[in-house]
């Protein structure tokens, strides 16, 4: 599976991004689907994930309540709309799938990997 992860960009601190996951190379369909950032100087961190289907998400704490994750399985494609975007919220975020239906936070959970896209959140 390769993934293209797009729409990151400056956007000012309030403000909303979506981002996008393309998958292509095989269906994504029966895999679970994982956003994770890493800011400059730190470690990467889990963000959102999504079940196969989209029935359940599950998010981190520092997101909850201002970031929604989806997905689009008849176009191959996850999606995360970020709002009341903060300062703390810029990094690069990436993509990822797991070869299993049910969702995970751990980065080792995850098979493949999309380039990242950059966030930058200004105050």
């Known amino acids: 599976v390769q993934l293209q992860a797009s729409g990151g960009g400056l956007v000012q601190a309030g403000g909303s991004l979506r981002l996008s996951c393309a998958a292509s190379?095989?269906?994504?369909?029966?895999?679970?689907l994982g956003w994770f950032r890493q800011a400059p100087g730190k470690e990467r961190e889990f963000v959102a994930t999504?079940?196969?289907?989209?029935?359940?998400?599950y998010y981190a704490d520092s997101v909850k309540g201002r970031f929604t994750i989806s997905r689009d399985n008849a176009k191959n494609t996850g999606y995360l709309q970020m709002n009341t975007l903060k300062p703390t919220d810029t990094a690069v975020y990436y993509c990822?799938?797991?070869?299993?239906?049910?969702?995970?936070?751990?980065?080792?959970?995850?098979?493949?990997w999309g380039q990242g896209t950059e966030v930058t959140v200004s105050s």
């Open positions: 990822a799938v797991r070869l299993r239906p049910h969702m995970a936070s751990g980065d080792d959970d995850y098979d493949f």
């Open positions: 999504i079940s196969w289907n989209g029935g359940s998400t």
């Open positions: 190379g095989r269906s994504f369909s029966s895999y679970a």
